[in-house]
């Protein structure tokens, strides 16, 4: 329920260096002072649900996000809750996006032969977080003659 405000806005999780991330959301738009905000997760369905452990803070000491380092998420599936209180009263949000940011891609080799005028270019996939096929990948290379 939103409770006329309170909820959270723009809850988004970004998954960076394979296994950190950072979740962070906007308080709502009539959150008092003595709203408090709490987020649990569960990277799988076989896990346990664990509150967050390092939470981010605004100026009035209300959770606004949280840092999570060995993330791994087994399949597409993360669970999320942030819930929280005013008052005593109870709010409930679920809504959620995860974003991941790549590294680039590893052992990046480059062979060209004179004589044919080719070049062959090689590279294996990127470290993630949770995918697990390279044709999940799509790749463009820039050539820039110097």
């Known amino acids: ?74 399949n597409k599936h993360a669970y999320f809750l942030v819930n929280g209180s005013r008052s005593g009263q109870n709010i409930h949000i679920s809504d959620y996006i995860i974003v991941e940011k790549l590294t680039p891609p590893l052992n990046v080799t480059v062979n060209c032969t004179e004589a044919s005028h080719r070049c062959s270019i090689q590279w294996q996939p990127p470290r993630t977080s949770h995918v697990k096929k390279s044709s999940c990948f799509k790749y463009e290379i820039v050539i820039e003659k110097k």
């Not at 959270?8 to 979740?23: Q, T, Y």
């Open 1 to 74: 329920a939103d409770m006329n405000g309170t909820a959270i806005e723009n809850f988004v999780c970004v998954i960076f260096n394979v296994s950190f991330m950072n979740c962070t959301w906007h308080v709502g738009r009539t959150a008092t002072e003595d709203t408090q905000y709490f987020l649990y997760w569960r990277p799988s369905e076989k896990e346990d649900i664990t509150e967050c452990q390092n939470y981010i803070k605004d100026n009035c000491g209300r959770h606004t996000g949280c840092r999570f380092q060995n993330v791994t998420i087994e």
